[in-house]
């Protein structure tokens, strides 16, 4: 498919689910799938509010360029990566991602949203997503879809996924956005070279970290980066320290709540566990008797 065509996809399932009452909830990171999605929302013509959630582990750079970004809405977590850390009990996993909720996902309920995923990104996504993804009270949801013949899938996360725009697709979205997390995915079959080939023709100058080697942009310290970290930390020896501290201050609260730490008796030493071992199968109930 020519990019034009890819173009004018996008677009017609960007309009096939606007909200007739709101304007669209389009999730800004950043990064270059979001500059995408922020130009299609433009070239499609649907009402978007276009919100940033700022992590306080974003690196200065993306700060920076979020904020040159137009009509841009910023919203600021009520607790800091740090704080969530030491509520929490455990650091964030590639399985445990506590953050990514906390300072990126609930907000914008109960609206429906704009993303940028891509099954290019990685396995799991094209598993898990679709032009179309619901994720609700699976019982309530999967009732619905079977009564007014809607075809769709379900993934990991009892979500329902739906591949298509026709009216009973659109008939779900509309029944079910305003209880659910309801997602629109407009570039969700686009390849990275598809991405970056949009941006060059629409002139889009995207974060500057592109230029300097990243491929993903996202908090500093993120599992989900494997070994990238240690260049992150390299670069931003103050995101080590924050999470050190942070780490510290974990381990005293768990050993005034009577849980043992076993694993790791200082920041330390949790933040060289965190690197360096695997702890993606390391669950809350796990860290209980930790």
């Not at 960007?14 to 433009?42: H, M, Q, W």
């Not at 940028?116 to 009270?137: L, T």
Request: charged content about 30%; glycine content about 6%.
């Amino acid at each position: 498919m020519s990019l034009k065509e890819l173009e004018a996809k996008a677009i017609q399932r960007l309009k096939a689910f606007e909200p007739e009452t709101e304007p669209y909830y389009l999730c800004y990171s950043g990064g270059k799938d979001s500059n995408v999605i922020r130009i299609l929302a433009d070239l499609a013509g649907v009402k978007h509010d276009i919100v940033h959630h700022h992590t306080t582990a974003d690196a200065p750079e993306t700060v920076r360029y979020v904020r040159s970004i137009p009509n841009i809405k910023i919203s600021y977590p009520e607790k800091s990566m740090w704080q969530l850390i030491v509520d929490k009990g455990m650091p964030p996993t590639r399985l445990v991602r506590y953050c990514c909720y906390e300072l990126k996902e609930r907000e914008g309920q109960g609206r429906v949203k704009i993303t940028g995923v891509r099954w290019a990104e990685s396995n799991g996504r094209k598993e898990s997503s679709d032009v179309v993804k619901i994720i609700g009270k699976p019982k309530t949801t999967q009732k619905y879809a079977k009564e007014i013949g809607a075809e769709y899938q379900v993934n990991r996360q009892q979500g329902l996924i739906m591949n298509d725009d026709n009216d009973k697709s659109r008939r779900m979205v509309e029944h079910c956005y305003r209880t659910t997390s309801t997602m629109v995915n407009p570039i969700v079959d686009w390849t990275d070279e598809d991405v970056w080939d949009f941006l060059k023709h629409y002139g889009c100058k995207s974060n500057p970290l592109y230029e300097c080697g990243w491929n993903r942009i996202g908090c500093i310290g993120c599992p989900m980066a494997g070994n990238h970290r240690y260049t992150h930390f390299r670069i931003y020896p103050k995101y080590k320290n924050l999470y050190i501290h942070a780490f510290d201050r974990m381990i005293k609260k768990r050993l005034a709540d009577g849980k043992e730490t076993t694993l790791w008796k200082s920041g330390e030493e949790c933040f060289k566990w965190w690197m360096e071992e695997d702890p993606d199968q390391i669950t809350f109930d796990d860290l209980e008797g930790a």
